[in-house]
C-alpha cells in the first residue's frame, strides 16, 4: 500500500474513534441528572428542599429580636380575646414543643406553647415563640405525630415567616415604631397598637403562609424532629391522617391547611428527606 494511501485510512480511523468518544460523552450528559450551579454548590432539581439548605436566618432587615418579642406578647393578648385558651393537654405540648425549641435552629429564645379550645384541627404560631395547639389536634395525634406540627411551627418562627408577612403590611411602619415605644400595655401606644394588631389577629394575616414558607417549615420541622430523638415517620402518619380527614370530612380542617402544599407532595417529600438523612447518618 502506499504511503499516501496509508496517511488517509489512518485520518479516516482517527475521526471514527473521535465521533464515537464525542458520542459517548453526549450520551453521559443527556442521561446525568440535571442541575444548576449557583455559585459554588450544585442544586440537584429532584431535591424538594434544595432552596433551604443553605440559608441562614436572622431578624436583618425585620424587627429587632426584642421588638419581635413585645410584639409577640402584644398578639397573644388579642389571641386571648379571639380565642378560648385551656390548660387541657397543656403539660404534654409544652414537654413535646420544647424539645422542638431546642433542636430547632433557632433554640435561644424563649418558646411558649398553648392550647386553644377548639373542633377545628389545626396548629399555628406568631412571631416571637408563641405557639398554639388545637384541642381537636391533641386528641388526634400520636407523640410524634404532635411533635411533627409543633417542629413545623417552631420553623416558622426560627425562619421568621410572620415577620416578613407583617413588612409586606401598610400600617407596618407605624406597627414597628409603636412598638419600638412600648414599654407596658397601658397608654394611648399600648391602646393603639392593641387595635391594629386584633385587626391583624382577627384576619387571621400572620398564621397564612405561601407554599414555600410551608415548604421550608416541613423542611426544618423534620429535621428537628430528627435532631430532638422524634421518629420522623411521624411527620409522614400525620400527613397521612390529614389526608384521609380532607377526603371525608374536610370541615374538621382549620383554614390554616388551606394554603399548604398538597398531602401528598408533603408526604412524598418528607420521605425523601428521610431517606437523605438516613444515607447522611451512614456516611458518619
Given amino acids: 500500500m502506499n504511503r499516501p494511501r496509508l496517511i488517509s485510512l489512518l485520518a479516516l480511523f482517527v475521526g471514527i474513534i473521535f465521533s464515537i468518544v464525542a458520542a459517548e460523552k453526549s450520551a453521559a450528559i443527556s442521561t446525568h441528572k440535571p442541575s444548576v450551579r449557583t455559585g459554588i454548590s450544585v442544586t440537584q432539581f429532584d431535591d424538594p428542599y434544595s432552596d433551604f439548605r443553605n440559608v441562614r436566618h436572622s431578624n436583618a432587615g425585620l424587627?429587632?429580636?426584642?421588638?419581635?418579642?413585645?410584639?409577640?406578647?402584644?398578639?397573644?393578648?388579642?389571641?386571648t380575646k379571639k380565642y378560648n385558651l385551656t390548660d387541657v393537654g397543656l403539660e404534654r405540648i409544652e414537654r413535646l414543643g420544647q424539645r422542638c425549641a431546642r433542636a430547632s435552629v433557632r433554640p435561644n429564645i424563649l418558646y411558649k406553647f398553648h392550647v386553644v379550645q377548639m373542633k377545628?384541627?389545626?396548629?399555628?404560631s406568631l412571631p416571637g415563640g408563641h405557639v398554639y395547639i388545637t384541642t381537636a389536634l391533641l386528641k388526634m395525634?400520636?407523640?410524634?405525630?404532635?411533635?411533627?406540627?409543633l417542629c413545623h411551627e417552631v420553623g416558622h418562627i426560627a425562619a421568621r415567616h410572620s415577620l416578613k408577612?407583617?413588612?409586606?403590611?401598610?400600617?407596618?411602619?407605624?406597627?414597628?415604631?409603636?412598638?419600638?415605644?412600648?414599654?407596658?400595655?397601658?397608654g394611648d401606644i399600648g391602646?393603639?397598637?392593641?387595635?391594629?394588631?386584633?385587626?391583624?389577629?382577627?384576619?387571621?394575616?400572620?398564621?397564612f403562609h405561601s407554599q414555600d414558607e410551608e415548604r421550608e417549615a416541613d423542611f426544618l420541622g423534620v429535621r428537628d424532629m430528627a435532631k430532638a430523638g422524634f421518629d420522623p415517620q411521624g411527620m409522614i402518619t400525620m400527613f397521612q391522617k390529614l389526608q384521609k380527614i380532607e377526603n371525608q370530612n374536610p370541615d374538621l380542617l382549620g383554614s390554616l391547611f388551606s394554603d399548604h402544599p398538597d398531602a401528598q407532595e408533603r408526604i412524598d417529600n418528607t420521605r425523601y428527606e428521610i431517606?437523605?438523612?438516613?444515607?447522611?447518618?451512614?456516611l458518619r
Fill in 63 to 79: 424587627l429587632n429580636e426584642r421588638d419581635e418579642i413585645k410584639l409577640g406578647a402584644q398578639l397573644h393578648r388579642e389571641v
Fill in 120 to 124: 377545628e384541627i389545626n396548629g399555628f
Fill in 141 to 149: 395525634a400520636n407523640d410524634n405525630e404532635l411533635a411533627s406540627v
Fill in 165 to 186: 408577612t407583617l413588612k409586606k403590611r401598610q400600617q407596618y411602619n407605624d406597627i414597628a415604631k409603636s412598638i419600638g415605644e412600648l414599654t407596658g400595655v397601658a
Fill in 191 to 207: 391602646r393603639d397598637v392593641g387595635v391594629t394588631l386584633g385587626q391583624i389577629v382577627g384576619e387571621g394575616l400572620l398564621t
Fill in 275 to 282: 431517606t437523605r438523612m438516613k444515607g447522611q447518618n451512614r
